[in-house]
T-cell receptor
Framework: EAGVVQSPRYKIIEKKQPVAFWCNPI?????LYWYLQNLGQGPELLIR????????DSQLPKDRFSAERLKGVDSTLKIQPAELGDSAVYLC?????????????FGPGTRLTVT | AQRVTQPEKLLSVFKGAPVELKCNYS??????LFWYVQYSRQRLQLLLR??SRESIKGFTADLNKGETSFHLKKPFAQEEDSAMYYC???????????FGKGTHLIIQP
Protein backbone atom coordinates (compact mmCIF):
# COMPACT_ATOMS: atom_id res chain seq x y z
CA GLU A 1 0.00 0.00 0.00
CA ALA A 2 1.57 3.26 -1.15
CA GLY A 3 -0.41 5.40 1.22
CA VAL A 4 -1.51 8.90 0.29
CA VAL A 5 0.42 10.09 -2.74
CA GLN A 6 1.16 13.75 -3.43
CA SER A 7 2.95 15.45 -6.27
CA PRO A 8 5.05 17.35 -6.82
CA ARG A 9 7.10 16.99 -3.64
CA TYR A 10 8.76 20.37 -4.14
CA LYS A 11 7.79 23.39 -6.19
CA ILE A 12 9.50 26.75 -6.64
CA ILE A 13 7.64 29.48 -8.47
CA GLU A 14 7.74 33.24 -8.81
CA LYS A 15 5.03 35.32 -7.22
CA LYS A 16 1.93 35.92 -9.30
CA GLN A 17 2.37 32.57 -11.07
CA PRO A 18 -0.21 29.78 -10.78
CA VAL A 19 0.56 26.45 -9.12
CA ALA A 20 -1.32 23.19 -8.65
CA PHE A 21 -0.88 20.28 -6.25
CA TRP A 22 -2.23 16.79 -6.78
CA CYS A 23 -3.30 14.19 -4.24
CA ASN A 24 -4.26 10.54 -4.61
CA PRO A 25 -5.82 9.21 -1.39
CA ILE A 26 -5.70 5.66 -0.08
CA UNK A 27 -7.98 3.42 -2.08
CA UNK A 28 -11.45 3.27 -0.57
CA UNK A 29 -11.05 6.42 1.52
CA UNK A 30 -14.06 8.65 0.95
CA UNK A 31 -12.92 11.63 3.00
CA LEU A 32 -10.08 13.82 1.78
CA TYR A 33 -8.48 16.80 3.50
CA TRP A 34 -6.09 19.52 2.43
CA TYR A 35 -4.00 21.17 5.15
CA LEU A 36 -1.53 24.04 5.09
CA GLN A 37 1.52 23.88 7.35
CA ASN A 38 3.63 26.98 7.85
CA LEU A 39 7.13 26.71 9.27
CA GLY A 40 7.04 26.07 13.00
CA GLN A 41 3.29 25.58 13.05
CA GLY A 42 0.89 22.67 13.10
CA PRO A 43 -1.20 21.83 10.04
CA GLU A 44 -4.29 23.98 9.44
CA LEU A 45 -7.33 22.65 7.61
CA LEU A 46 -8.10 24.27 4.26
CA ILE A 47 -10.86 22.06 2.90
CA ARG A 48 -12.53 18.71 3.53
CA UNK A 49 -14.25 16.52 0.94
CA UNK A 50 -16.79 13.77 1.45
CA UNK A 51 -16.54 11.92 -1.87
CA UNK A 52 -16.73 14.71 -4.46
CA UNK A 53 -18.53 17.22 -2.23
CA UNK A 54 -16.63 19.96 -0.42
CA UNK A 55 -18.32 19.88 2.99
CA UNK A 56 -16.02 22.29 4.83
CA ASP A 57 -14.13 24.97 2.90
CA SER A 58 -14.53 27.78 5.40
CA GLN A 59 -10.76 28.20 5.82
CA LEU A 60 -9.96 28.20 2.12
CA PRO A 61 -8.98 31.69 0.83
CA LYS A 62 -11.32 31.62 -2.10
CA ASP A 63 -9.97 34.70 -3.82
CA ARG A 64 -6.88 32.80 -4.92
CA PHE A 65 -7.30 29.18 -3.83
CA SER A 66 -9.50 26.57 -5.46
CA ALA A 67 -9.85 22.82 -5.12
CA GLU A 68 -11.66 20.03 -6.86
CA ARG A 69 -12.28 16.32 -6.47
CA LEU A 70 -14.22 15.54 -9.60
CA LYS A 71 -14.71 11.78 -9.38
CA GLY A 72 -14.47 11.47 -5.62
CA VAL A 73 -10.94 10.07 -5.76
CA ASP A 74 -8.00 12.29 -6.75
CA SER A 75 -7.97 15.93 -5.76
CA THR A 76 -6.22 19.06 -7.01
CA LEU A 77 -5.50 22.22 -5.04
CA LYS A 78 -4.69 25.34 -7.04
CA ILE A 79 -3.34 28.76 -6.18
CA GLN A 80 -3.65 31.58 -8.67
CA PRO A 81 -1.87 33.91 -8.37
CA ALA A 82 0.65 32.80 -5.75
CA GLU A 83 1.93 35.27 -3.17
CA LEU A 84 5.12 35.22 -1.11
CA GLY A 85 3.11 34.30 2.00
CA ASP A 86 1.88 31.10 0.37
CA SER A 87 5.29 29.49 0.89
CA ALA A 88 4.49 26.49 3.07
CA VAL A 89 3.97 22.74 3.04
CA TYR A 90 0.63 21.59 1.64
CA LEU A 91 -0.52 18.32 3.12
CA CYS A 92 -3.19 15.98 1.85
CA UNK A 93 -4.83 13.41 4.14
CA UNK A 94 -7.56 10.83 3.77
CA UNK A 95 -9.76 8.75 6.03
CA UNK A 96 -12.00 5.77 5.38
CA UNK A 97 -15.33 7.29 6.29
CA UNK A 98 -16.66 10.35 7.98
CA UNK A 99 -17.06 8.26 11.11
CA UNK A 100 -13.35 7.56 11.42
CA UNK A 101 -13.09 10.47 13.80
CA UNK A 102 -9.69 11.77 13.01
CA UNK A 103 -7.83 8.62 12.01
CA UNK A 104 -6.37 10.44 9.08
CA UNK A 105 -3.54 9.20 6.92
CA PHE A 106 -1.22 11.91 5.68
CA GLY A 107 0.75 12.24 2.50
CA PRO A 108 4.36 13.43 2.42
CA GLY A 109 3.34 16.97 1.50
CA THR A 110 4.31 19.44 -1.22
CA ARG A 111 6.79 22.09 -0.17
CA LEU A 112 6.02 25.31 -2.02
CA THR A 113 8.50 28.17 -2.24
CA VAL A 114 7.29 31.42 -3.77
CA THR A 115 10.08 33.85 -4.74
CA ALA B 1 -13.58 28.50 18.55
CA GLN B 2 -11.50 25.45 19.26
CA ARG B 3 -7.84 25.73 20.10
CA VAL B 4 -4.95 23.44 21.02
CA THR B 5 -1.97 24.73 22.97
CA GLN B 6 1.38 23.01 23.27
CA PRO B 7 3.44 25.27 25.51
CA GLU B 8 6.83 23.68 24.83
CA LYS B 9 8.37 24.21 21.44
CA LEU B 10 11.36 22.06 22.37
CA LEU B 11 11.82 19.41 25.04
CA SER B 12 15.14 17.70 25.64
CA VAL B 13 15.51 14.78 28.04
CA PHE B 14 18.06 12.04 28.60
CA LYS B 15 17.50 8.45 27.59
CA GLY B 16 15.75 6.54 30.33
CA ALA B 17 14.21 9.65 31.89
CA PRO B 18 10.44 10.19 32.03
CA VAL B 19 8.82 12.30 29.33
CA GLU B 20 5.73 14.48 29.49
CA LEU B 21 4.57 16.56 26.55
CA LYS B 22 1.90 19.01 27.53
CA CYS B 23 -1.29 19.71 25.63
CA ASN B 24 -4.21 21.92 26.63
CA TYR B 25 -7.31 22.48 24.60
CA SER B 26 -10.24 24.84 24.37
CA UNK B 27 -13.55 23.47 23.13
CA UNK B 28 -17.10 23.90 24.36
CA UNK B 29 -18.34 20.40 23.57
CA UNK B 30 -16.94 16.90 24.01
CA UNK B 31 -13.74 16.72 22.00
CA UNK B 32 -11.87 13.85 20.49
CA LEU B 33 -8.16 14.24 21.27
CA PHE B 34 -5.21 12.75 19.41
CA TRP B 35 -1.45 12.71 19.39
CA TYR B 36 0.27 12.66 16.00
CA VAL B 37 3.99 12.13 15.52
CA GLN B 38 6.40 12.96 12.72
CA TYR B 39 9.75 11.22 12.75
CA SER B 40 12.63 12.66 10.77
CA ARG B 41 11.98 12.40 7.02
CA GLN B 42 8.70 10.59 7.54
CA ARG B 43 5.10 11.65 7.16
CA LEU B 44 2.77 12.68 9.94
CA GLN B 45 1.13 9.64 11.55
CA LEU B 46 -1.32 8.89 14.32
CA LEU B 47 0.30 7.86 17.60
CA LEU B 48 -2.75 7.47 19.81
CA ARG B 49 -6.24 8.78 20.52
CA UNK B 50 -7.97 9.12 23.83
CA UNK B 51 -11.00 6.98 23.00
CA SER B 52 -8.76 3.96 22.45
CA ARG B 53 -7.25 4.17 25.93
CA GLU B 54 -4.24 2.23 24.75
CA SER B 55 -0.50 2.48 25.13
CA ILE B 56 1.46 2.88 21.91
CA LYS B 57 5.27 2.55 21.95
CA GLY B 58 5.09 2.98 25.72
CA PHE B 59 3.22 6.30 25.45
CA THR B 60 -0.06 7.01 27.20
CA ALA B 61 -2.29 10.05 27.38
CA ASP B 62 -5.22 10.71 29.66
CA LEU B 63 -7.96 13.17 28.86
CA ASN B 64 -8.57 15.45 31.84
CA LYS B 65 -11.75 17.39 31.13
CA GLY B 66 -11.48 19.40 34.33
CA GLU B 67 -8.08 20.75 33.36
CA THR B 68 -8.82 20.55 29.61
CA SER B 69 -5.55 18.71 29.14
CA PHE B 70 -4.32 15.70 27.22
CA HIS B 71 -0.67 15.33 28.19
CA LEU B 72 1.45 12.62 26.58
CA LYS B 73 3.63 10.57 28.91
CA LYS B 74 6.25 7.87 28.77
CA PRO B 75 8.06 6.57 31.85
CA PHE B 76 11.40 5.80 30.17
CA ALA B 77 12.42 7.71 27.06
CA GLN B 78 14.24 5.98 24.22
CA GLU B 79 16.41 7.58 21.55
CA GLU B 80 13.98 6.52 18.82
CA ASP B 81 11.30 8.69 20.45
CA SER B 82 13.01 11.80 19.10
CA ALA B 83 10.46 13.43 16.78
CA MET B 84 7.90 16.24 16.39
CA TYR B 85 4.75 15.59 18.39
CA TYR B 86 1.45 17.30 17.62
CA CYS B 87 -1.62 17.30 19.79
CA UNK B 88 -4.85 17.53 17.81
CA UNK B 89 -8.55 17.94 18.45
CA UNK B 90 -11.61 16.91 16.45
CA UNK B 91 -14.55 18.98 17.50
CA UNK B 92 -17.31 16.52 16.97
CA UNK B 93 -18.69 14.89 13.86
CA UNK B 94 -16.19 14.31 11.11
CA UNK B 95 -14.36 17.60 11.27
CA UNK B 96 -10.86 18.15 10.16
CA UNK B 97 -8.34 18.27 12.95
CA UNK B 98 -7.20 21.35 14.87
CA PHE B 99 -3.52 20.96 15.62
CA GLY B 100 -1.23 22.52 18.17
CA LYS B 101 2.06 24.03 17.07
CA GLY B 102 3.99 20.91 18.00
CA THR B 103 6.76 19.99 20.42
CA HIS B 104 10.14 18.88 19.19
CA LEU B 105 11.26 16.07 21.50
CA ILE B 106 14.96 15.30 21.61
CA ILE B 107 16.20 12.28 23.52
CA GLN B 108 19.83 12.61 24.41
CA PRO B 109 21.98 9.49 24.82
Amino acid sequence: EAGVVQSPRYKIIEKKQPVAFWCNPISGHNTLYWYLQNLGQGPELLIRYENEEAVDDSQLPKDRFSAERLKGVDSTLKIQPAELGDSAVYLCASSKTSGSFGEQYFGPGTRLTVT
Amino acid sequence: AQRVTQPEKLLSVFKGAPVELKCNYSYSGSPELFWYVQYSRQRLQLLLRHISRESIKGFTADLNKGETSFHLKKPFAQEEDSAMYYCALAGGGADGLTFGKGTHLIIQP
